[in-house]
């Protein structure tokens, strides 16, 4: 069982930047994948960014060069650093970790992208 919880959301201009945190807790984080999803208003959840055990990265196409996954193993933590943030990515996101049929969802962080 994993338990976690993102935090670092909150209000921002366009052009600027935030960083989301996700604490682990429960099981030995390093095994997992681990990965962030969004959901904007009446859109689907979709998939923003993964990170693999091994530290293989892949993103959206949308967030391609604007976003980074990165984890801290040693912390039990993952993040995503969110640089010249767009209204469009206005959204909850959301923290999971995968290892084979388990999967784990934290309760999402509101980001906004407003002037």
């Known amino acids: 069982q994993v338990q976690l919880v993102e935090s670092g959301g909150g209000l921002v201009q366009p052009g600027g930047s935030l960083r989301l945190s996700c604490a682990a807790s429960?099981?030995?984080?390093?095994?997992?994948?681990m990965a962030w999803y969004r959901q904007a208003p009446g859109k689907q959840r979709e998939l923003v960014a993964a990170?693999?055990?091994?530290?293989?990265?892949n993103y959206a196409d949308s967030v391609k060069g604007r976003f980074t996954i990165s984890r801290d193993n040693a912390k039990n933590t993952g993040y995503l650093q969110m640089n010249s943030l767009k209204p469009e990515d206005t959204a909850v996101y959301y923290c999971?970790?995968?290892?084979?049929?388990?999967?784990?969802w934290g309760q999402g962080t509101q980001v906004t992208v407003s002037s």
């Open positions: 429960g099981s030995i984080f390093r095994i997992y994948a």
């Open positions: 999971n970790v995968r290892r084979s049929v388990n999967e784990y």
């Open positions: 990170i693999t055990s091994g530290g293989s990265t």
